[in-house]
């Protein structure tokens, strides 16, 4: 069994408790009090030098705890001021020590996007995102057969939310070329092995539409990491361990530095 096997395996057993436990009517009507989500392609695109969504995430199967002094609303807030584009919020309790609740919260203290960061396997937890407060959702390609990707995309659009949707390899964007999806994630770290790659953004920039927002995603550490994946062609970066390392008080900082470089005043 792999290691994405085994996060399948819990998440399916969560959705399917949560699935018995709250009907899909509860979201209905929560969904019903929600205001209109706010774009995330089009808080992405366009912008110089490249766009940027930033992850709060408290801990990673790879890393263990990366913020033990996790403060998921000072670091929201820091982010929006240092000029992220959008968030990203891992909602994972498992293995990323994450949540819903946490989502909520940032939810309250900004009006970026938020992208709902899971391991989506289920409509269930789609309606859950738009209902406290997700803009978008990601969909993990290598997590789901080809009937899967179809339907949650065709549910993520009905509800008039977007999808990140994440591709590892060459096979797995063919897979999701007929859905013309307006962005794709590119990730760098190979889900059984955890090691990052950023070549995989050099590869698939090749293949993948020039009109396509191409965000790179995964091991990010430095200024010429982002330039060399905006050269290989990516529109966006994703970024997570780096910046919540900077902690919110210095994250702004941390932010300017990534993008502009280390001259950057
Ligand atoms: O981060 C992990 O260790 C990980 C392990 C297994 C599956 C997914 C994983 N991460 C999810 C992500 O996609 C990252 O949180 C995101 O791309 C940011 O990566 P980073 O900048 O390296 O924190």
């Known amino acids: 069994?792999?290691?994405?096997d085994r996060i399948l395996e819990t998440k399916k057993q969560e959705v399917k408790k949560l699935r018995s436990m709250i009907p899909y009517s509860v979201w209905e009507e929560k969904m019903a009090l929600m205001p209109?989500?706010?774009?995330f392609v089009?808080?992405?695109?366009?912008?110089?030098?490249?766009?940027?969504?930033?992850?709060?995430?408290?801990?990673?199967?790879?890393?263990?705890?990366?913020?033990?002094d996790f403060d998921p609303i000072a670091m929201a807030k820091?982010?929006?001021a240092g000029g992220a584009h959008a968030l990203s919020v891992l909602t994972d309790e498992q293995y990323f020590q994450g949540s819903t609740a946490i989502l909520q919260s940032v939810r309250a203290v900004t009006d970026?996007?938020?992208?709902?960061?899971?391991?989506?396997?289920?409509?269930?937890?789609?309606?859950?995102a738009r209902a406290i407060g997700a803009d978008a959702v990601l969909?993990?390609?290598?997590?789901l057969t080809d009937d899967q990707l179809v339907s949650l995309y065709r549910t993520v659009q009905s509800i008039g939310l977007e999808a990140l949707i994440e591709v590892h390899s060459l096979e797995e964007w063919e897979r999701i070329r007929p859905l013309h999806p307006r962005i794709v994630g590119v990730n760098h770290r190979n889900l059984h092995t955890f090691e990052v790659d950023l070549s995989m953004t050099e590869r698939l920039s090749q293949v993948i539409d020039e009109d396509i927002l191409l965000i790179s995603e995964s091991g990010i550490r430095d200024h010429s990491d982002v330039m060399r994946v905006k050269d290989f062609g990516a529109k966006g970066i994703l970024?997570?361990?780096t910046l919540m390392r900077y902690?919110?008080?210095?994250?702004?900082?941390?932010?300017a530095h990534l993008l502009f470089g280390a001259n950057y005043k």
């Open 1 to 4: 069994m792999t290691f994405l």
């Open 36 to 39: 209109q989500p706010n774009s």
């Open 42 to 68: 089009q808080a992405l695109s366009n912008q110089s030098p490249l766009a940027l969504i930033a992850e709060i995430k408290k801990a990673s199967p790879s890393k263990g705890v990366i913020a033990s």
């Open 78 to 80: 820091s982010y929006e």
């Open 112 to 128: 970026l996007p938020i992208l709902r960061k899971d391991f989506i396997i289920d409509e269930w937890q789609i309606y859950e």
């Open 139 to 143: 969909l993990i390609v290598a997590a």
């Open 239 to 241: 970024v997570g361990e």
């Open 247 to 255: 902690g919110s008080e210095h994250v702004k900082q941390g932010i």
